[in-house]
């Protein structure tokens, strides 16, 4: 389920409910400025009440956010090669 989710969430094995939460998620990812109450809507559709909706776009924005943050410092990359000196 873990990799249907990563490389294509859209066919991933998961419920219509799921699915419009996670479509309102990557337009958070994507531009956050560009989320309306249409988006809003779609999920109360989908049953999502206002604290759903508030859990669901405070989840999302920490990891942006976070992820943002563990890139700019290089977390997770290998760390540059240490020129030796030649003195022991």
Same mark, same amino acid.
């Given at each position: 389920? @873990?990799? +249907?989710? !990563?490389?294509?969430?859209p066919? =991933? $094995?998961?419920? =219509? !409910?799921? !699915? @419009? ?6 337009? %958070?990812?994507?531009?956050?400025? /560009?989320?309306? $109450?249409?988006?809003?809507? /779609?999920l109360?559709? =989908? ?5 759903? %909706? ?5 989840? =999302?924005?920490?990891?942006?956010? %976070?992820?943002?943050? +563990?890139? +700019?410092?290089?977390?997770? /990359?290998?760390? $540059? +090669? %240490? $020129?030796?000196?030649?003195a022991?």
């Amino acid at each position: 389920m @873990v990799e +249907a989710l !990563r490389s294509d969430y859209p066919t =991933a $094995p998961i419920t =219509a !409910r799921e !699915r @419009v939460m996670l479509d309102y998620v990557v337009q %958070i990812t994507k531009d956050a400025t /560009r989320i309306s $109450p249409t988006d809003h809507e /779609r999920l109360r559709g =989908a049953g999502f009440d206002d604290t759903g %909706i508030l859990q669901i776009t405070l989840i =999302a924005s920490w990891f942006n956010y %976070i992820n943002r943050v +563990a890139d +700019a410092l290089g977390v997770g /990359r290998n760390p $540059p +090669a %240490i $020129p030796e000196t030649g003195a022991s």
